[in-house]
């Protein structure tokens, strides 16, 4: 065997064991049912590529849900058991695909975007940058437009207008997707271009590891020489003085050399406790943009073009309601709810509708929900049907109140925990068979009557906002 074949099979024989230890890792922290939905097809392609892995699925849909859950996850623990590991494919290959065409087909495949090790000086540095996070597909409105063209303005060809450009807002808010939208845009625009995108952590990382293999040289020449450096989460280096030391150099020289820079946290500069003045004072000279938490109709509007990227996926208009009404925090959760009803559905070939989602988000759903009171319920049908609070516990029985009464019993039984008795309680003392038929002829409404759908939708989307 020659040297080169020898070196071959031991790279393959490493590959392999960590796949075993990767894989026992995932079936014990992601739970039986889990790892055999999702992981466990996971099948490691033979490849000829010393610094890739690649990792096979049957179906394009369960492709893109590992990648996106666990993508970044398996890039970190191949690199962390095998050395010289850069990146890991996950593509679909069908059970009758031949090896041969595995291999044929691996060329084309989209990588996880993960952060790569660091090359040789000599080499181009191109990060994968992930095809789902370009420009069209950033849902934009007045929290985040700002940040947008300044980040399409940094990403055209010729003199950059500014730089750096300071990207901050809350975890899940499009940062990520900003950075990869730029590196794709400027390589369109400059196909010559070298590019470097890593974490703050990862900087940390590889100076460290240059600092003890005394080679710093080499790592400070690879990130002074790029067109554009990308540096993600710089929150992560507050209290590193040595790692803080050397990124102000780092950015001076980019900087300095009209270069472009791109840097992202998670608050702005000047609240950035741990991170020397004189760094944030390089910011201060560039354009710092803020993306702010997305509101109840940029929510929305995700969740519609998250859904058109999905055209055999039915989802009823009150269940898109429903996420967007409760799943605040970031964008990553609530894309990743919808990923995860999307799938379960199809797993169980189970419509989806509001039993349906409650059964399979009930936890996140209820973790997030706001607490609504029947007061406040009546209170809301009121103002909404132009009513007395009163007249919705009188004994009127006109459809002019009873229609609205019969809407606001429905959304007490479905947004608080009351029961059916202590529901006619609060309605003049009624029964709570009267309850029961209050919330069967909305339901049935709600099928036949646009205005009774309009109008829960609307009071949904207030009381639960």
Same mark, same amino acid.
């Given at each position: 065997?020659?040297?080169?074949?020898?070196?071959?099979?031991t790279?393959?024989?490493?590959?392999?064991?960590a796949?075993s230890?990767?894989?026992?890792?995932?079936?014990?922290?992601?739970g039986?049912?889990l790892?055999?939905?999702?992981?466990?097809?996971l099948?490691?392609?033979e490849?000829?590529e010393?610094?890739?892995v690649?990792?096979?699925?049957?179906?394009?849909?369960m492709?893109?849900?590992?990648?996106?859950?666990?993508?970044?996850?398996?890039?970190?623990?191949f690199?962390?058991?095998?050395?010289?590991?850069q990146?890991?494919?996950i593509?679909t290959?069908?059970?009758?695909?031949?090896?041969?065409?595995?291999?044929?087909e691996a060329? !084309?495949?989209?990588?996880?975007p =993960?952060?790569?090790? %660091?090359?040789?000086?000599a #080499?181009? &540095?191109r990060? *994968?940058?992930?095809?789902?996070?370009?420009?069209?597909?950033?849902? !934009?409105?007045?929290?985040?437009? =700002?940040a947008?063209n %300044?980040?399409?303005?940094? #990403?055209? &060809?010729?003199? *950059?207008?500014?730089?750096?450009?300071?990207?901050?807002?809350g975890?899940?808010?499009?940062k990520?997707?900003?950075?990869?939208a730029i590196?794709a845009?400027?390589?369109a &625009?400059?196909?010559?271009?070298?590019?470097?995108m890593?974490?703050?952590?990862?900087?940390?990382f590889?100076?460290?590891?240059a600092?003890r293999?005394?080679?710093?040289?080499?790592?400070? &020449?690879?990130?002074?020489?790029?067109?554009?450096?990308?540096?993600?989460?710089?929150?992560?280096?507050?209290?590193?003085?040595?790692?803080?030391?050397e990124?102000?150099?780092?950015?001076n020289?980019?900087m300095?050399a009209?270069?472009?820079?791109?840097?992202?946290?998670?608050?702005a500069?000047?609240?950035?406790?741990?991170?020397?003045?004189?760094?944030?004072?390089?910011?201060?000279?560039g354009?710092?943009?803020d993306?702010?938490?997305?509101?109840?109709?940029?929510?929305?509007?995700?969740?519609?073009?998250?859904?058109?990227?999905m055209?055999?996926?039915?989802?009823?208009?009150d269940?898109?309601?429903?996420l967007?009404?409760?799943l605040?925090?970031n964008?990553?959760?609530?894309?990743?709810?919808l990923?995860?009803?999307?799938?379960y559905a199809?797993?169980?070939?189970?419509?989806?509708?509001?039993?349906?989602?409650?059964?399979?988000?009930g936890?996140?759903?209820?973790?997030v929900?706001?607490?609504v009171t029947?007061?406040?319920?009546?209170?809301?049908?009121?103002t909404?049907?132009?009513?007395?609070?009163i007249?919705?516990?009188?004994?009127?029985?006109a459809?002019?109140?009873?229609?609205?009464?019969q809407?606001?019993?429905y959304?007490?039984?479905?947004?608080?925990?009351?029961?059916?008795p202590e529901?006619?309680?609060?309605?003049?003392?009624r029964?709570?068979?009267?309850?029961?038929?209050?919330?069967r002829?909305?339901?049935?409404?709600?099928?036949t009557?646009g205005?009774?759908?309009?109008?829960v939708?609307?009071?949904?989307?207030?009381?639960?906002?």
């Amino acid at each position: 065997m020659t040297i080169a074949g020898a070196f071959e099979a031991t790279r393959t024989s490493d590959v392999s064991r960590a796949w075993s230890r990767i894989r026992s890792g995932l079936r014990d922290s992601a739970g039986g049912r889990l790892f055999d939905q999702w992981l466990k097809p996971l099948t490691l392609i033979e490849t000829d590529e010393a610094d890739t892995v690649r990792l096979a699925l049957p179906s394009a849909f369960m492709t893109n849900w590992v990648r996106n859950n666990y993508g970044e996850r398996l890039g970190h623990e191949f690199r962390a058991l095998v050395p010289g590991i850069q990146q890991v494919v996950i593509e679909t290959v069908s059970a009758a695909t031949s090896l041969s065409s595995i291999k044929r087909e691996a060329a !084309v495949a989209d990588p996880v975007p =993960v952060a790569a090790a %660091a090359p040789p000086v000599a #080499a181009a &540095a191109r990060p *994968p940058f992930d095809s789902r996070f370009t420009f069209d597909r950033f849902v !934009v409105d007045a929290s985040n437009q =700002v940040a947008r063209n %300044a980040a399409r303005a940094l #990403a055209e &060809a010729g003199t *950059p207008r500014f730089t750096p450009l300071f990207l901050h807002g809350g975890t899940g808010m499009g940062k990520t997707h900003l950075m990869h939208a730029i590196g794709a845009a400027f390589l369109a &625009a400059e196909p010559g271009a070298s590019i470097i995108m890593m974490s703050a952590e990862r900087f940390m990382f590889e100076f460290v590891q240059a600092m003890r293999s005394r080679d710093t040289f080499s790592f400070k &020449a690879r990130l002074r020489s790029t067109d554009l450096l990308m540096i993600d989460d710089l929150q992560f280096i507050a209290g590193k003085d040595a790692t803080q030391e050397e990124f102000f150099h780092t950015i001076n020289e980019v900087m300095a050399a009209g270069k472009r820079l791109v840097v992202t946290a998670d608050r702005a500069p000047q609240s950035l406790d741990g991170v020397e003045a004189r760094i944030v004072s390089r910011f201060a000279s560039g354009f710092v943009a803020d993306i702010k938490p997305a509101d109840l109709s940029l929510r929305r509007a995700i969740l519609d073009r998250k859904l058109a990227e999905m055209p055999d996926v039915q989802v009823p208009e009150d269940v898109l309601d429903l996420l967007a009404a409760r799943l605040t925090n970031n964008i990553r959760e609530l894309e990743g709810a919808l990923n995860r009803l999307v799938a379960y559905a199809q797993l169980t070939d189970v419509a989806i509708d509001l039993d349906f989602t409650h059964a399979t988000l009930g936890e996140l759903l209820r973790g997030v929900q706001k607490r609504v009171t029947i007061d406040e319920i009546q209170r809301a049908v009121s103002t909404y049907f132009d009513l007395k609070p009163i007249e919705l516990v009188s004994a009127r029985r006109a459809r002019v109140v009873a229609r609205p009464r019969q809407i606001a019993m429905y959304l007490a039984k479905r947004l608080t925990t009351r029961s059916l008795p202590e529901i006619g309680r609060k309605f003049g003392g009624r029964d709570h068979s009267t309850v029961i038929h209050a919330v069967r002829r909305i339901e049935e409404l709600r099928d036949t009557d646009g205005d009774v759908d309009i109008a829960v939708r609307r009071l949904l989307r207030d009381l639960e906002g």
